[in-house]
């Protein structure tokens, strides 16, 4: 899912809400007005644009059904500048117009939903009334315990195949809620897998509808639609087995006032320690102990302002072929992520595509296995001094840490 699907979840909210405040203040909804409702929530494989076929086949007969007219024949514009006139909604034009649907429904369940509804009709009506003046999460938990009693709808021509309930009225009940906070609970594979993770996959509608509302407020998720954006990656947004969450979605940066966050303050923090006399020591003494340890290489420097690289040691193994080694003062993840950048960006400089690039990066000591599967990761190798010797963890470098220092 993406925010423009979310923002699309929203518009189709906006819509349903207008066309259903409308109903209710007519005569008592019909189940096929209530089919109309849900059907609005669904889209097919072409659902996007005026030419998506999903308009023809799912949205206008979605409005045929809920005004009970035919518009088979009519443009989407012209339905749309009728509608706004019979809902006195002049927004309505525009989201009729718009994109709008988000649930690609089983398509064996289509025809079938509609005669469970009308089989259904007099416990299904109440719900959408309920719905639709939604003000608390406590109303929703009594929604949801409604949708669990209700029997599930048959498969067209497979009657030992139901499917739940809310597969059909989660979409429609998160379309109709003013707060958008009531989840689309509705088989979706990043829905599922996320009840799996929350250990819920099992549990009755209640305990899945609570367990999802607890995750508003976390990772940037407001509301049942950035719920559903965030899809499978949603458990990485939990806090699970003591471990933090490592994402969420991503937010409006601040601008403006003086003291701006940054994501990587600890990061340029410590590149700034790097900057220090005593860092710069520590730099400087190790690019001298390798020189000596390496003195039967040749060994150059570069000193063009795109390329000042520390080392580049030449025909380093016997294949005729460099390598670039960056020279860190610190063992910190920042000084290794920039490390990195330096490597591959002084590599293309000087050689562009033209050889495989043979980097690696000197430390002050040995360091973590993070940074050590990270490096390994992108094939750059991993060099540090210890006590006036050079050490490796990389396998083609091995024959650069068994050279002894020079007495």
């Not at 897998?193 to 407020?217: F, M, T, W």
């Amino acid at each position: 899912m993406s925010e423009y699907w979310a923002e699309r979840q929203r518009r189709t909210n906006q819509l349903i809400r207008i066309i259903t405040n409308n109903l209710f203040d007519s005569p008592p909804i019909t189940p096929i007005q209530i089919y109309g409702l849900c059907k609005l929530t669904w889209i097919t494989a072409s659902h996007s644009g005026a030419d998506a076929s999903y308009i023809r086949s799912t949205k206008i007969p979605a409005l045929s059904d809920i005004f009970n007219q035919d518009y088979s024949h009519n443009s989407l514009q012209e339905i749309a500048l009728e509608l706004a006139g019979v809902l006195n909604a002049p927004e309505a034009e525009s989201l009729i117009l718009s994109d709008t649907g988000f649930t690609n429904f089983y398509n064996a369940y289509r025809n079938t939903a509609r005669e469970w509804i009308v089989q259904n009709h007099n416990e299904i009506s109440p719900l959408f009334k309920s719905a639709i003046r939604l003000k608390s999460d406590d109303e929703g938990s009594q929604l949801a315990s409604a949708i669990d009693r209700l029997p599930s709808i048959a498969k067209a021509n497979h009657d030992d195949k139901p499917m739940p309930a809310q597969y059909l009225l989660t979409p429609a009940f998160f379309a109709l809620d003013p707060r958008l906070r009531f989840p689309l609970i509705n088989g979706n594979s990043g829905v599922t897998n996320l009840l799996r993770v929350l250990d819920v996959k099992n549990q009755p509608l209640i305990s899945q509808y609570h367990a999802l509302i607890g995750l508003y407020g976390h990772g940037g998720i407001k509301d049942a639609a950035d719920l559903d954006q965030a899809g499978h990656d949603l458990p990485h947004f939990l806090t699970i087995q003591g471990a933090p969450p490592t994402r969420q979605l991503l937010q409006q940066q601040e601008t403006e006032g003086h003291k701006l966050p940054l994501k990587d303050e600890s990061d340029i923090q410590s590149l700034l320690e790097a900057r220090t006399v005593t860092a710069k020591r520590v730099h400087n003494s190790l690019t001298n102990k390798l020189k000596l340890i390496l003195h039967h290489y040749t060994l150059l420097e570069g000193c063009a302002n795109r390329a000042r690289y520390d080392v580049m040691v030449q025909n380093y193994n016997q294949g005729k072929n460099n390598l670039m080694i960056e020279v860190k003062s610190s063992i910190e993840i920042a000084h290794i992520r920039m490390a990195i950048g330096q490597l591959y960006s002084y590599w293309h400089h000087i050689y562009k595509e033209k050889y495989t690039p043979h980097l690696a990066i000197l430390l002050p000591g040995e360091p973590d296995d993070e940074i050590k599967a990270l490096l390994s990761w992108q094939k750059i190798g991993l060099l540090w001094i210890e006590q006036d010797r050079l050490f490796t963890c990389t396998d083609w470098l091995q024959h650069l840490a068994a050279v002894a220092p020079k007495k």
